[in-house]
């Protein structure tokens, strides 16, 4: 699944998981399917269970756990650190991969729930935005898929309000005669201009 997905398994997810299989390589060992087949629905009925009670603000801290604040105005928590296991270089590894190599220059870096490290840099280092130089951007608009591995996606073109001989006509203009050469192509929702990738490092 990639530590991607495991990163947003909360504690009591990996704990169904890991029952479930246990409970399920147990009935081959010893006594049947029916009592693996009980287990498996009291672990999934206890999952579900939690996964509602998670719901209720008041039980979050509980079931899913709370953030915890590793660094603050650019200093380190280490009770914090020792309660929450996590250790300073882990820690200071996750900084840098957001793009901080000193702690000084950071005012919180939390510790979320789903073990990922949120962090806020101070003030004067945070990113300039053209909100903050008074500039306007104008909506860029989003962009529809098309096309995706040579297979026309004809829901969203109707979300654009355009039909498959329209998307043909456009994808002739711009030079390309088949299908199965087009490896992703959207369409802006503003003005419906069409882009094609083929996948090979050559969009057009």
């Given amino acids: 699944m990639g530590k991607t997905a495991l990163a947003q398994f909360t504690p009591h997810d990996l704990t169904a998981i890991f ?53 603050k105005h650019g200093k380190l928590i280490k009770p914090n650190l020792t309660k929450s296991r996590f250790s300073l270089a882990e ?35 945070m990113p300039v935005t053209p909100e903050m130089l008074g500039y306007e951007r104008q909506y860029q608009g989003l962009p529809i898929a098309v096309v995706i591995e040579g297979e026309i996606q004809h829901k969203n073109l109707k979300l654009i309000h355009k039909d498959k001989q329209w998307l043909l006509n456009q994808i002739k203009s711009a030079g390309f005669t ?3 050469t087009i490896f992703y192509a959207y369409v802006r929702d503003t003005d419906y201009s069409l882009v094609i990738d083929t996948g090979k490092g050559n969009g057009i």
């Fill in 178 to 180: 088949k299908l199965n």
């Fill in 19 to 71: 029952f479930i299989v246990t409970i399920a390589m147990k009935s081959i060992e010893v006594k049947g399917m029916s009592y693996s087949f009980i287990g498996i629905l009291v672990i999934i009925t206890v999952h579900i269970t939690l996964s509602k009670l998670s719901l209720y603000n008041r039980l979050n801290r509980f079931v899913i756990g709370e953030p915890t604040i590793m660094i």
């Fill in 91 to 125: 820690l200071l590894s996750s900084i840098r991969s957001k793009g901080y190599a000193d702690i000084s220059d950071i005012q919180y870096a939390i510790l979320e729930p789903n073990g990922d490290i949120s962090v806020m840099p101070k003030e004067e280092l």
